[in-house]
T-cell receptor, first 115, second 111 residues
Framework: NAGVTQTPKFQVLKTGQSMTLQCAQDMNHNSMYWYRQDPGMGLRLIYYSASEGTTDKGEVPNGYNVSRLNKREFSLRLESAAPSQTSVYFC??????????????FGQGTRLTVV | ELKVEQNPLFLSMQEGKNYTIYCNYSTTSDRLYWYRQDPGKSLESLFVLLSNGAVKQEGRLMASLDTKARLSTLHITAAVHDLSATYFCAVFQGGSEKLVFGKGTKLTVNP
């Protein structure tokens, strides 16, 4: 099983460029998440989607947009990248209503550098 | 607004010793996760705690949840070097699918 797949794994952007981080899950989960991880800050929630067609802001949404394209895919867009957005980005999915195992599964991460 | 605090943020311990990591959260929740992360890697699920009084154990790690106190603990018994990693707790905000992480506890186990 692939689980949660993120693309790309690495990316270097120039300040002001735009890009979209892709995330897809094959577990038929309803909930999907985007986090950023910076040293000493843990994982901070950017946006989440509790179901297809819905999105909500997390702790640090400024400078980002998201799209829940369908149940499988949840993308994160940086419209005008800034050096402060240099980080490791993780996508996750979960299905809290599933009986038993309800953990959130994580992708392998995208290392983004904005110069 | 849900806040999740972990203590300590850094922990250096000797092999064979016991210690506890604490995870406090600020609002009602009925679901809490513990994860492990090795340097440069993604997050690996350790425990899922879904009810007050829940206790789960895997090897040298044991996690518990007290929803009334809004507190979860991760207890390490007779630490070994392989447990060196960063440990995160994550809490669902009550009544929503918003999942908020603590800042993590970086554990170093020294020979």
């Amino acid at each position: 099983n692939a689980g949660v797949t993120q693309t790309p794994k690495f990316q270097v952007l120039k300040t002001g460029q735009s890009m979209t981080l892709q995330c897809a899950q094959d577990m038929n989960h309803n909930s999907m998440y985007w986090y950023r991880q910076d040293p000493g800050m843990g994982l901070r929630l950017i946006y989440y989607s509790a179901s297809e067609g819905t999105t909500d802001k997390g702790e640090v949404p400024n400078g980002y947009n998201v799209s829940r394209l369908n149940k499988r895919e949840f993308s994160l867009r940086l419209e005008s990248a800034a050096p402060s957005q240099t980080s490791v980005y993780f996508c996750a999915s979960s299905e809290p209503a599933h009986p038993g195992d309800t953990e959130a599964f994580f992708g392998q991460g995208t290392r983004l550098t904005v110069v | 607004e849900l806040k999740v605090e972990q203590n300590p943020l850094f922990l250096s311990m000797q092999e064979g010793k016991n210690y506890t990591i604490y995870c406090n959260y600020s609002t009602t929740s009925d679901r809490l996760y513990w994860y492990r992360q090795d340097p440069g890697k993604s997050l690996e699920s350790l425990f899922v705690l879904l009810s007050n009084g829940a206790v789960k154990q895997e090897g040298r790690l044991m996690a518990s949840l007290d929803t009334k106190a809004r507190l979860s603990t991760l207890h390490i018994t007779a630490a070994v070097h392989d447990l060196s990693a960063t440990y995160f707790c994550a809490v669902f905000q009550g009544g929503s699918e918003k999942l908020v992480f603590g800042k993590g506890t970086k554990l170093t186990v020294n020979p």
